[in-house]
């Protein structure tokens, strides 16, 4: 069921992207033109510059991430921390293995902040809880992960023996059940958890249906500013933004729906 949940999942984000409506926009068009309907073709031609930008030129993507950030302000952490558990998706898993150095994509800021926390409470265990988030692992197989984050927590002087990493899971909801099942956090034990701030809601809500209890949200990663500030041609970066609300917010009404 859960490989079935995380397959459907990914398809579902897949046909929700902004570019494959584009795509599909200019495929209008052109199919509109060869059978001769000028009307449709016109119509799916401007439709669709008309969306590349608005897309191009305006945070669109912003307005809508913006409310799930709101939600997670910054906040200090609490003065007694027992354990960290920093959720994956933070990794360049393709250049990591061509180029045998670990690299960081856009998210990096969870694990430099995760960082911050065990260095400043020595005393609390730190879990890095991620997988292969990819499709087609899930369809081929898994092939071996690039340790990234364990290889930068060492880095940076986190003692290998406080960390913990959770390599089996493939969405939020498996990152919660499997962390809880590694690291078995007794009652009463302050744990935070720290992720994107867009991200928080979906993956506190995933945590306390595994069991976490009253675990800590440490938000970080926003991604939104002032929309004024925003305005220029930034196709590229506009698309993931955009992409990424869109993601949130139907990822969120899925896992309540269904109860992860």
């Known amino acids: 069921m859960d490989t079935a ?25 052109l199919v509109a033109g060869r059978f001769a309907r000028p009307r449709l073709e016109r119509w799916s031609g401007r439709a669709t510059l008309a969306a590349l ?18 939600e997670f302000p910054p906040r200090a952490a ?34 430099t902040a995760a960082v911050a926390l065990a260095i400043a409470h020595p ?21 071996d992960i690039p340790s990234v984050a364990v290889d930068f927590f060492v880095s940076l002087g986190i003692a290998p023996d406080r960390i913990t990493w959770e390599d089996q899971s493939r969405n939020t909801a498996e990152n919660a059940r499997f962390s809880f099942e590694a690291v078995a956090p007794a ?16 993956a506190l809500t995933s945590f306390e249906a ?12 926003y991604r939104t500013g002032s929309f004024s500030d925003g305005i220029g041609w930034n196709l ?12 949130e917010w139907v990822g969120r009404l899925a896992y309540r729906l269904t109860g992860r």
Do not use: C, Y
């Not at 005393?123 to 092939?143: D, H, I, K, M, Y």
């Not at 590229?236 to 993601?247: F, M, Q």
């Open 5 to 29: 949940f995380f397959i459907l999942s990914k398809l579902i984000g897949l046909a929700l992207q902004v570019e494959t409506w584009l795509v599909i926009g200019m495929v209008v068009s």
């Open 78 to 111: 609490p003065e007694q921390i027992d354990g960290i558990v920093v959720l994956g998706g933070v990794e360049d898993q393709r250049a990591t293995a061509a180029w045998g150095e670990p690299q960081l994509n856009e998210a990096a800021e969870r694990l």
């Open 123 to 143: 005393e609390a265990r730190l879990v890095f809880s991620g997988g292969s988030g990819r499709l087609r692992n899930t369809v081929l197989g898994q092939p």
């Open 187 to 202: 009652s009463g034990e302050t744990w935070v958890l720290v992720t994107s701030a867009f991200h928080m809601d979906r």
């Open 210 to 221: 595994a069991g976490w209890g009253d675990i800590v949200p440490h938000p970080v990663d």
């Open 53 to 70: 930008l608005a897309v191009g030129i305006f945070p669109i993507g912003e307005v809508v991430l913006r409310p799930l950030e709101a």
């Open 236 to 247: 590229a970066g506009n698309l993931e933004v955009l992409n990424i609300a869109i993601k």
